[in-house]
């Protein structure tokens, strides 16, 4: 890999990322953009390419993945941007991360790859014990039990279906299936299907799929057409900021919501459509990252053991260290565990921790041909360990201030094009005077060699690997100066 990445950078421009004293990639020393325009001639042409097969309406640019390193994304036009977006929150050590490319030169592992098994029925023998060493090893606290799944859609999807059983198990105690049940869930029709609703929140993104998009409020151009059910909808927190000067407000705005879950929870009951389910994001990421207090989680918390309702904190995008904890559930000193916590992205494969009661207590309820991919575990079993010799929770929290307090003092700088900054850890966004406002500063961003993405109407997000530091971010935020100057 350095070789190539010597054919595009001078020697001048480039120092030795500090990964680990195994690493010989490079990165840059800065952005550096070459066309006049990104995406360029060259990522056009294969725009239109992909065009004549696929709908290509969402592509920003093509990636030259062979030459991308570190915090850097380079692009077959030569222009390589140090990525904050790191493809939408799901690449946790960069691009070419040595460790995880000698995870594949072990032989054993590339059999792992090669011969992907149906996990469900046909396992490998060393299936079990990757469980156990590594994916229990980074079980959220109380939760015993893990499936696996693909991404973050299915793990919710399946997640939901889990918490219907469970939700019916309480209600039929041990009783078997009645012949009723069997023949009327077979035409889509109660007892068998029965009437239950799980509540989410506006503003909530929890995949696109049927049962998970009607959970999900963050854009409609994610539902249109598409039917949804008849499921409670509550509101989310709206804060205003800087926190600390709004604390009496923010806490009637938590206070407000959580009366409204209760009141929704009650409303569902009567209509014969019950609350089995609440689920929630920790930080509500493609919807706007709007963040709530941990009073607020806590209560939610109270409010579902009181009901008998599961709590599903959907982790999907705040997993995995950006938020300066492994769980970004950890910051709100929850008093028991979540039921349910769903994952994906940095994690490389999607699935849900859980306890013993969201176990069906019969085979292939919650099944499909994959049910996860060994070959995505082994890369996170390097990933885990590369996090904890490298310290990089330490290091996300250290870079995240820097980054933090450096948006802080844009805001003040230019507080009519900046406002309410927020998050933790790396895991940040800043709010603009309006989209199109929003949407020129993460264009000309691209154009100064900085990839970001935007999230709700009006939003920035920040979703750096968590090997970015502290002089990244000051790259970050220089350039970030000279955009909104231009402004």
Not at 16 to 44: C, D, H, M, W
Not at 141 to 166: D, H, P, Q, R, V
Not at 301 to 329: M, N, P, Y
Request: with cysteine.
């Amino acid at each position: 890999m350095r070789h190539l990445l010597l054919n595009t950078l001078t020697k001048q421009s480039v120092y030795r990322l500090g990964f680990n004293r195994y690493s010989t990639l490079q990165e840059p020393k800065e952005p550096i953009v070459k066309s006049k325009a990104i995406p360029g001639p060259k990522s056009l042409e294969l725009k239109n390419k992909l065009d004549a097969v696929q709908s290509t309406g969402t592509i920003q640019l093509f990636a030259d993945y062979e030459k991308s390193a570190g915090n850097y994304i380079c692009d077959v036009d030569g222009n390589v941007l140090l990525d904050v977006y790191t493809q939408i929150s799901s690449v946790p050590l960069g691009y070419n991360h040595p460790r995880l490319i000698n995870v594949f030169k072990d032989e054993n592992n590339l059999k792992t790859l090669i011969n992907r098994p149906a996990l469900g029925v046909f396992p490998g023998k060393e299936w079990p014990e990757k469980l156990h060493s590594i994916l229990m090893n980074i079980a959220p606290k109380g939760l015993n039990k893990i499936t696996t799944m693909m991404c973050g859609s299915c793990s919710n999807e399946n997640a939901y279906k889990s918490i219907f059983i469970w939700y019916q198990n309480k209600l039929r105690g041990k009783a078997a299936f009645t012949e009723q049940e069997k023949c009327s869930c077979m035409i889509n029709q109660a007892p068998g299907s029965p009437q239950l609703s799980i509540l989410s929140f506006k503003g909530a993104f929890h995949g696109r799929t049927l049962g998970a998009l009607s959970t999900t409020h963050s854009k409609y151009i994610h539902k249109i057409d598409v039917p949804s059910f008849d499921w409670p909808v509550a509101s989310f927190p709206q804060y205003k900021y800087p926190l600390d000067e709004n604390v009496a407000e923010n806490k009637k705005e938590d206070e407000k919501c959580l009366s409204e879950v209760e009141d929704l929870i009650e409303q569902y009951a009567k209509k014969s459509n019950p609350v089995a389910g609440v689920a929630v994001e920790p930080i509500q990421s493609e919807g706007g990252d709007n963040e709530a207090s941990p009073e607020f989680f806590r209560g939610l918390q109270s409010i579902c053991k009181k009901r008998g309702v599961a709590l599903l904190i959907d982790e999907v995008q705040t997993g995995g260290g950006g938020t300066g904890k492994f769980w970004c559930h950890e910051h709100f000193n929850f008093e028991q565990p979540p039921d349910v916590v769903t994952f994906s992205k940095k994690l490389q494969l999607g699935g849900y921790f859980h306890n013993d009661d969201f176990v069906p207590n019969e085979p292939y309820r919650i099944f499909n041909t994959w049910m996860g991919d060994p070959g995505k575990v082994l890369l996170l079993e390097e990933i885990i360990k590369v996090i904890q010799e490298e310290k990089l929770l330490a290091n996300v929290n250290e870079t995240g201030k820097v980054l933090k307090d450096g948006l802080l003092n844009l805001e003040k700088e230019f507080p009519t094009i900046l406002n309410s900054t927020r998050g933790r850890g790396t895991f940040l966004a800043i709010n603009c005077t309006n989209t199109s406002v929003r949407d020129r500063i993460i264009t000309a961003l691209r154009h100064t060699g900085v990839q970001t993405g935007g999230c709700g109407d009006i939003s920035i997000r920040f979703r750096p690997a968590l090997v970015f530091k502290k002089y990244h971010a000051n790259i970050v935020l220089d350039r970030l100066r000279t955009v909104l100057k231009s402004l």
